[in-house]
Nanobody, 118 residues
Framework: QVQLVESGGGLVQAGGSLRLSCAAS????????MGWFRQAPGKEREFVAA????????YYADSVKGRFTISRDNAKNTVYLEMNSLKPDDTAVYYC???????????WGQGTQVTVSS
């Protein structure tokens, strides 16, 4: 099993920045990709960003391209999501996930709330 623990959410004004962290533990050798999803109230969960451990490259939803950056620290088994120029539409619970299969994943974190005020 893999455990994922997110942190770093909070309340920020529009135009501000936040950095989310996701620490992986357990059978981390079984992880082949990781990513971030979000779910706003009354909406379906949506993909935000991801990368593959074995393939160089990152992937972003069009809505966050140029504003969000996904990165990782292999030594710490931690993935980050740097969020800049935040908008009220970015308000959601953000979830870290591992071993993605479309909008599904083998492992999920508990989620961290991000609220952007206008």
């Amino acid at each position: 099993q893999v455990q994922l623990v997110e942190s770093g959410g909070g309340l920020v004004q529009a135009g501000g920045s936040l950095r989310l962290s996701c620490a992986a533990s357990g059978r981390t050798f079984s992880i082949y990709d990781m990513g971030w999803f979000r779910q706003a109230p009354g909406k379906e969960r949506e993909f935000v960003a991801a990368f593959s451990w074995s393939i160089t490259g990152t992937y972003y939803a069009d809505s966050v391209k140029g504003r969000f950056t996904i990165s990782r620290d292999n030594a710490k088994n931690t993935v980050y999501l740097e969020m800049n120029s935040l908008k009220p539409d970015d308000t959601a619970v953000y979830y870290c996930a591992a071993n993605l299969r479309g909008n599904r994943a083998d492992y999920w974190g508990q989620g961290t709330q991000v609220t952007v005020s206008s």
